[in-house]
Each structure stands twice: as C-alpha cells, then as structure tokens.
C-alpha cells in the first residue's frame, strides 16, 4: 500500500541532539520504508554525520518516527530514505 503524509515541522535527532530541523515536509513510501522530503531551517553538521539518525514528525495527536538510512541535502532541501522506527 502506498501512503503520502505532509507534515508542517519536524526534527532530525542524533539521540537527544537535533541534527536538523525542518518545516513543511512530506513522507511517500509504504509501511516497510520510504522518502521523506523536506525545507531545512537549521543544522548541525557535525550531528547529520552521526548514526543512528531517527526522523521526527509530529502528526497531530500522534508522532511519526523513521530510522534515517540515508541523507542526503542540496540547498536547502533534505531528502532522506527512511524505514519504520519500531519503539
């Protein structure tokens, strides 16, 4: 099944540590994984070259977690390929 979500904010977290905050973001993928696109607004470089990386959006009354398998930006546009976060 293919699932679309659209958030407004959300995090890039190296533990406690923000790696990278963004805006307007959007996840396109299936249960098992997909890609989270998403407006930077600020980052941690040193952070985004740590591991592991969850992928935090808020969705209403509910939290959406990724585990971040790769991340890649240009400009300031993240495009990460995430999985489902179990825990």
């Given at each position: 099944?293919?699932?679309a979500l659209?958030g407004h904010e959300?995090?890039?977290?190296?533990?406690?540590?923000r790696a990278?905050?963004?805006?307007?973001?959007r996840y396109?993928?299936?249960g098992?994984?997909g890609?989270?696109t998403a407006?930077?607004?600020?980052?941690?470089?040193?952070?985004?070259?740590?591991?592991p990386?969850?992928?935090?959006?808020?969705?209403g009354?509910?939290v959406?977690?990724?585990i971040?398998?790769d991340?890649?930006?240009?400009?300031?546009?993240?495009?990460?390929?995430?999985?489902p976060?179990e825990?």
């Open positions: 099944m293919n699932l659209t959300g995090t890039v977290r190296w533990g406690y540590r990278v905050t963004f805006g307007a973001c396109e993928g299936t098992t994984g890609t989270l407006q930077i607004t600020s980052c941690d470089e040193f952070a985004m070259q740590q591991s990386l969850i992928a935090i959006v808020p969705m009354r509910a959406w977690r990724w971040v398998r991340l890649r930006i240009e400009g300031s546009t993240l495009t990460a390929t995430v999985e976060h825990g």
